[in-house]
């Protein structure tokens, strides 16, 4: 069985970054500390805020629950490889030596993505996993095959698009030399992502879903799981994140033929 | 010179020195007029959710909630963040790094205590992003109609509660930041102190709606004079002795801190020379 290019490249830069991280190994209990921390102000969020009510806009407590696992998780991926490959990739830039990525044979775009592994931040993915395993095993209602197929579905296309979207914005490091900040702009927004979108009112509502995505990547998936999701809402984040993935590559293409390099 | 003049020059030369910090971190802040917005981006979504989050509880639990409604918790988390913005602090996150490159010590050579810079700059900060908070506020009221009517004494009580919250908020995070001369692990007690801001200084939410036990925490600690103190009087929660009372506690707090930091520094400097030497 081969395994895809594209897989075996990650697995090596998986692999560096683990050997690299070993030497740190202190990293790794700041790590455990900040997720904790992270936990205990999530779940203690929801148990003030449900000492009040029954329903928070119509979700139940578990499927808040469920949310608060998928927000850690998008938030550990993201953490894991695409917020270190970007940075990476923006000092690349500015540092000129980005011109040891494009000389590769391998396609830029997935080798400046997947770049760098911030390995430590795997505590996060676990941690959404486990949260959203406990609150599986709460639910009332049994998740049948089909809710766990949308779910997947719309967890990857969630993840399609939140990478898409942080693509984009490193890309303007061609144009802007210094947008490390810019990234920052999604962090905040993504904040929001811990509530279901849907208590929002209409102007944040709309920004959290088209300006900077975050409700495809937290509130859709919760709403596969809660049986909730309907298939026109799925058909539209398909269609959002092949939009965006295909915007991103243009887009991808419009930078590099700008970037002059460091001898230029 | 008599006594009264020497003061008075003292004075001066202190002030002289204030408006001179300032002019230099306005300066260094121009460099970072991005990092405005997206700090503004920060702050207002970080109430925003808060706000939405119990004006929903509210309404799903027929209007109100421990005595806020929908325009209540509006009126309480806006002028919540009006308080952090004009309260919190960053040095703790930046002394550690002060103190293991060595930058600490032209600082000392100075003929000013460090903490006078590290207050201009904080001050000067404020009054930077306040240009943008206050278009932003403006949009915010008119978005989830606040419902806050306070009395003039409120209001008038309202500036001397958030200067001396502000007072012992920064003596706070000062004292916390000096950690940062005997360890550089300092990210842990950083990461605790913004858990225990975050639910006991009542930013997450109005202290009466924590469970008893949380609230009894809260009352004995000195993150409520930090931020819920001001937010409350401003509301309208207090009667005047109260509002004594808690002004009391904030001059209590702050002679307790203002110690604290003084003992801290002089055993810290001690620390500071034996490394450096």
């Given at each position: 069985m081969s395994v895809p290019p594209q897989l075996r490249l990650f697995g090596v830069f998986l692999k560096v970054g683990i050997l690299n991280e070993l030497e740190y190994r202190v990293n790794f209990y700041v790590q455990l500390l900040q997720s904790a921390v992270g936990l205990v102000i999530g779940l203690a969020g929801l148990g003030v805020v449900f000492s009040h009510t029954d329903t928070l806009g119509g979700w139940s407590p578990n499927e808040l629950l469920a949310l608060l696992g998928i927000y850690f998780l998008v938030q550990?991926?993201?953490?894991?490889?695409?917020?270190?490959?970007?940075?990476?990739?923006?000092?690349?830039?500015?540092?000129?030596?980005?011109?040891?990525t494009l000389t590769k044979p391998e396609d830029s775009q997935l080798l400046v993505s997947v770049g760098q592994v911030q390995i430590w931040k795997l505590v996060n993915v676990l941690l959404g996993l486990a949260v959203l395993g406990v609150a599986l095993s709460r639910l009332q209602t049994a998740v049948g095959p089909g809710e766990a197929l949308a779910f997947g579905v719309a967890l990857l296309a969630g993840g399609v698009i939140v990478y898409s979207f942080y693509f984009f914005l490193a890309t303007t490091a061609f144009w802007f030399v210094r947008v490390e900040n810019v990234l920052v702009i999604f962090q905040s927004m993504?904040?929001?992502?811990?509530?279901?979108?849907?208590?929002?009112?209409?102007?944040?509502?709309?920004?959290?879903?088209?300006?900077?995505?975050?409700?495809?990547?937290?509130?859709?998936?919760?709403?596969?799981?809660?049986?909730?999701?309907?298939?026109?809402?799925?058909?539209?984040?398909l269609a959002v994140a092949a939009a965006m993935l295909a915007g991103s590559r243009w887009f991808w293409g419009v930078g590099v033929r700008r970037y002059s390099g460091a001898s230029a | 010179m008599s006594p009264l003049a020497t003061l008075g020059g003292e004075l001066a030369g202190l002030w002289a020195a204030y408006v001179a910090r300032f002019k230099v971190a306005i300066g260094v802040q121009f460099q970072y007029r991005a990092s405005l917005v997206i700090w503004l981006v920060w702050t207002v979504m970080e109430s925003v959710v808060y706000l939405v989050v119990w004006s929903t509880v509210a309404q799903s639990s027929g209007g109100q909630v421990g005595g806020y409604d929908a325009a209540g918790f509006a009126a309480y988390f806006l002028v919540t963040m009006v308080v952090n913005q004009l309260t919190f602090t960053w040095i703790m996150h930046e002394f550690e790094y002060r103190v293991?490159?060595?930058q600490l010590s032209p600082l000392l050579l100075k003929p000013l205590h460090p903490i006078h810079g590290d207050i201009a700059e904080n001050v000067t900060y404020k009054a930077l992003t306040s240009v943008v908070l206050v278009p932003a506020l403006v949009l915010l009221c008119w978005a989830f109609r606040p419902a806050l009517q306070p009395q003039p004494w409120m209001a008038a009580a309202f500036l001397p509660a958030v200067l001396l919250a502000f007072l012992l908020r920064f003596l706070s995070g000062w004292t916390l930041a000096l950690a940062g001369f005997w360890t550089t692990r300092v990210l842990a007690i950083n990461?605790?102190?913004?858990?225990?801001?975050?639910?006991?200084s009542g930013q997450m939410v109005p202290l009466s709606l924590l469970p008893g036990p949380v609230q009894a925490l809260a009352a004995v600690l000195p993150f409520r004079w930090m931020v819920a103190f001001p937010v409350e009087l401003l509301l309208g929660q207090l009667t005047p002795e109260e509002t004594l009372a808690g002004f009391g506690a904030q001059l209590a707090w702050i002679a307790v801190h203002a110690a604290a930091a003084a003992v801290v520094w002089r055993a810290g400097l001690r620390r500071y020379s034996a490394v450096g030497a």
């Open positions: 550990g991926a993201v953490q894991l490889v695409i917020e270190p490959s970007m940075q990476r990739f923006m000092e690349d830039v500015r540092q000129g030596t980005l011109d040891f993504y904040q929001a992502g811990r509530w279901p979108v849907g208590i929002y009112p209409w102007w944040l509502r709309s920004a959290l879903t088209f300006i900077v995505p975050v409700a495809f990547a937290t509130t859709v998936p919760a709403e596969a799981i809660a049986g909730r999701l309907s298939p026109g809402t799925l058909l539209l984040a | 293991r490159q060595g990461q605790l102190y913004y858990m225990a801001m975050l639910f006991l």
